[in-house]
């Protein structure tokens, strides 16, 4: 008993931290290492910034990331970070980029703020450390 109250604080510090954000450093969140969810995450969001800057551009788009593992990639606590509503929410997501790269030039702008529109609904949702660095790929 006395253990599992030593272990609590500590596992809600890992929790908020593998949900909070900006990993400058560049050091894994947690001592297992980086969750498969994670590191897709921040694939998504690098690959997102380029888009990004192609979509300012009026330039066609190519998106990189394998957007559909978002389905099946484990997170750092998969109780607490793929609730219920998750597949959902990820499903959005998913439906949003398929959406995004069959988007007809002129309707890639919408396309894209919509796609970023579901990044955000999942965050604010369930994981909301990550938001202030999502608001970067906003046009
Ligand atoms: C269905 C929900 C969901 C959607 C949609 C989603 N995320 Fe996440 N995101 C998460 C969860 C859950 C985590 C925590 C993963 C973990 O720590 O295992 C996370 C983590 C992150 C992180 C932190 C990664 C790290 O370094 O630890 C970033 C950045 C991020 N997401 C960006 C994005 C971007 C950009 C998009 C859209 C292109 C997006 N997310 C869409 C649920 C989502």
Not at 19 to 27: E, I, P, Q, T, V
Not at 36 to 42: D, N, Q
Not at 71 to 87: G, L, N, R, V
């Amino acid at each position: 008993m006395k253990k599992t109250i030593a272990l609590l604080p500590l596992c809600c510090l890992l929790l908020w931290q593998a949900c909070s954000g900006d990993k400058a450093s560049g050091k894994p969140l947690n001592p297992n290492g980086d969750s498969e969810l994670a590191l897709l995450m921040r694939e998504m969001f690098e690959d997102g910034m380029r888009v990004r800057e192609q979509v300012k551009n009026g330039q066609a788009i190519d998106i990189q990331v394998d957007f559909e593992k978002i389905m099946t990639a484990k997170a750092t606590d998969p109780k607490k970070m793929q609730p219920d509503d998750f597949p959902q929410l990820a499903g959005s997501y998913v439906e949003a980029m398929k959406a995004l790269k069959a988007a007809p030039a002129a309707e890639v702008q919408e396309r894209y703020t919509a796609m970023v529109a579901t990044c955000m609904n999942c965050h604010e949702n369930i994981c909301p450390g990550p938001t202030v660095r999502i608001k970067k790929l906003i046009l």
